[in-house]
């Protein structure tokens, strides 16, 4: 079958042919329709995070995937079935982190992640999985159904920011986060919840971001003109910021955009840089005005099932929108391809 | 009536003579019996935090006091209740944060704080309150009520901690924070639900302050031998940093001595410091790892009560170890001497 890997020793991923997995006892064969891209798979493919299977020469990429089950094995699942698989699982056996039900929770080294650190991901014509870690979707999610997985980890990090400003009667109305694509599909998913979204990017009209943005009813705030620390002044002091590019000043520059009480949720993950920063006025101001910082890495099982009632919940216009580039496995370069009108590509398999 | 104050211009605090303050109606009029110091009385007198009440040339000091009802007023009180003050009040009008019940979550300008920021203090013969701003302890309390106040400051902070860590089964075991007067109320505290827990400082032994930490049952980790960063690899990482001592690395530092899923409580209030750090490395632990910093400030009336049921729970010997200096307020340059044998330095104004 078709599979999208990289190599030891290159920087670009390409089309392999390898075996279509078997299942093991237990497992689920599933048949791949989707698999989006992210910037983690960048990094990946350029070596910055994650990491080969034990003893590979090559990663199957893909870890945002939607497909089919193909076989159910002895699972609670049926033939036809609509899955998104989840990533992270045991190293070899399983621990405590796992049978709670709880992986994203687990430290280094007791987990690998499929496609990103230690096991294949998904970008291949079919792949297999223990039921646990499929979610089910409804079958209106064939298109888009990728999209659980990314916006699994901004539920994630709004639950525990939630949960860090649950001990008060904290004041939810402002939230400021970025223009990639997981920013877009945080900014619909805020919409739920907060009165007012603010967008950052660096972008020039007219711009299909900044109309998609516009469309949601945010706000589109241009960082060349307001960086984030003068946010407060031009706008407002924002309850929460969600902070998913990974630029390492944005962990400290997001406490002055914090409102007082606030919370910034990081998910970005940024390569070592060194850097001066007045660190005791920003301790100062993290206590004085009760702000907090949460870092979250991936998610678990009841964060996509929350994603997927969260897709459900979005205006019908705005997957088609966010999904701009859509490509066999054969135009692998093309996928992954960084272009300006570029806001999600994705890899298609096979339709349902 | 004696108060002690610290005059514009000055940075020594001294005994003047005052009015007896004269209850407004629905106010409470209490007799003082002691007032703690603590750092924050030193940043007062120094210039470096808070002001004097709106026009005055000068302010009474004090904001850690215990007193007995005078005259209760219309209040539910009676003559002789033993009473706590908690510390901020509206200034002026009242506001949503105080109608909640939480004016520790207020932002500036929304508060004065009584003996810190625009409001006279409790050190004095006598002072008043309205009622709801009066904490009803055990006639017990006499010697060592005081230390309700900063106990409800890391009672605040324990529950916000918690709070950011209840989205998932947080595994809490190692507990750190420091040796000052705070930090050694906080080690008697987090006994009660942390199996092990490092107090650091720069001590040696023979120490009185050693003795306590190690009778509480808690490890002494000298910081000169083992910073910051350091502890995890010479014992572990912690699941909770406690950190009250305001030294404005300690926020970023605190970050590689948490354990994966750990969090810090920021408390201390440091001045403007810039450095360098490497913001990439610990942005990335920060998200990795799941970590998370919360910033704390002041307290409301349920901490209060918490801290008061924790004192009741705490060995006897163990506030009569900490209370090392004991002096009438004719002694007030002695009470505000910093000694290396003092921990807790009390004016004492009355005895019940």
Same mark, same amino acid.
């Given at each position: 079958?078709?599979?999208?890997?990289?190599?030891?020793?290159?920087?670009?991923?390409?089309?392999?042919?390898? =075996?279509?997995?078997?299942?093991?006892?237990?497992?689920?064969?599933?048949?791949?329709?989707?698999?989006? +891209?992210?910037?983690?798979?960048?990094?990946? +493919?350029?070596? &910055?995070?994650?990491?080969?299977?034990?003893?590979?020469?090559?990663?199957?990429?893909?870890?945002?995937?939607?497909?089919?089950? @193909?076989?159910?094995?002895?699972?609670?699942?049926?033939?036809?079935?609509?899955?998104?698989?989840?990533?992270?699982?045991?190293?070899?056996?399983?621990? *405590?982190?796992?049978?709670?039900? $709880?992986? #994203?929770?687990?430290? #280094?080294?007791?987990?690998? $992640?499929?496609?990103?650190?230690?096991?294949?991901?998904?970008?291949?014509?079919?792949?297999?999985? =223990?039921?646990?870690?499929?979610?089910?979707? *409804?079958?209106?999610?064939?298109?888009?159904?990728?999209?659980? %997985? =990314?916006?699994?980890?901004?539920?994630? !990090?709004?639950?525990? !920011?939630?949960?860090?400003?649950?001990?008060?009667?904290?004041?939810? %109305?402002?939230?400021?986060?970025?223009?990639?694509?997981?920013?877009?599909?945080?900014?619909?998913?805020?919409?739920?919840?907060?009165?007012?979204?603010?967008?950052?990017?660096?972008?020039?009209?007219?711009?299909?971001?900044?109309?998609?943005? $516009?469309?949601?009813?945010?706000?589109?705030? #241009?960082?060349?003109?307001?960086?984030?620390?003068?946010?407060? #002044?031009?706008?407002?002091?924002?309850?929460?910021?969600?902070?998913?590019?990974?630029?390492?000043?944005?962990?400290? %520059?997001?406490?002055?955009?914090?409102?007082?009480?606030?919370?910034?949720?990081?998910?970005?993950?940024?390569?070592?840089?060194?850097?001066?920063?007045?660190?005791?006025?920003?301790?100062? @101001? +993290?206590?004085?005005?009760?702000?907090?910082?949460?870092?979250?890495?991936?998610?678990?099982?009841?964060?996509?099932?929350?994603?997927?009632?969260?897709?459900?919940?979005? *205006?019908?216009?705005?997957?088609?929108?966010?999904?701009?580039?859509? &490509? =066999?496995?054969?135009?692998?370069?093309? !996928?992954?391809? /960084? /272009?300006? %009108?570029?806001?999600?590509?994705?890899?298609?398999?096979?339709?349902?």
């Amino acid at each position: 079958m078709k599979a999208i890997a990289v190599h030891r020793g290159e920087t670009t991923p390409r089309v392999v042919d390898v =075996p279509r997995p078997t299942p093991n006892v237990g497992e689920v064969l599933v048949r791949t329709l989707r698999v989006g +891209i992210d910037g983690t798979d960048h990094e990946v +493919i350029e070596g &910055n995070h994650g990491g080969y299977p034990a003893g590979a020469d090559r990663q199957i990429l893909g870890h945002e995937a939607v497909g089919v089950v @193909e076989d159910p094995g002895d699972s609670a699942f049926a033939e036809g079935d609509l899955v998104v698989p989840t990533v992270r699982r045991p190293p070899g056996d399983s621990n *405590p982190y796992f049978e709670r039900g $709880e992986p #994203d929770m687990a430290p #280094d080294g007791m987990y690998v $992640e499929r496609g990103i650190a230690g096991a294949d991901g998904y970008m291949a014509a079919y792949f297999t999985s =223990p039921p646990e870690f499929l979610v089910r979707v *409804p079958d209106s999610f064939a298109a888009f159904g990728f999209l659980v %997985e =990314p916006l699994s980890n901004a539920e994630k !990090a709004l639950e525990h !920011a939630v949960s860090a400003r649950s001990a008060f009667d904290w004041q939810s %109305e402002s939230a400021l986060l970025g223009n990639g694509p997981l920013g877009l599909l945080t900014v619909a998913l805020l919409q739920n919840s907060f009165d007012r979204v603010y967008c950052l990017g660096r972008r020039d009209r007219p711009d299909a971001t900044i109309d998609i943005i $516009e469309k949601l009813g945010a706000t589109y705030v #241009d960082s060349r003109e307001t960086p984030v620390p003068a946010v407060p #002044d031009a706008h407002e002091g924002m309850d929460f910021v969600f902070e998913a590019t990974g630029y390492a000043k944005h962990a400290f %520059e997001c406490i002055d955009a914090l409102a007082p009480n606030g919370v910034a949720a990081l998910l970005g993950i940024p390569e070592n840089w060194t850097f001066e920063l007045d660190g005791g006025r920003l301790h100062r @101001e +993290i206590v004085l005005q009760n702000k907090a910082l949460i870092g979250s890495v991936n998610s678990h099982v009841p964060h996509f099932e929350a994603a997927a009632d969260s897709l459900v919940s979005f *205006p019908d216009w705005f997957v088609d929108a966010l999904i701009t580039d859509v &490509n =066999p496995p054969e135009q692998v370069a093309r !996928a992954f391809e /960084r /272009r300006d %009108e570029t806001i999600k590509s994705v890899v298609e398999f096979a339709t349902k």
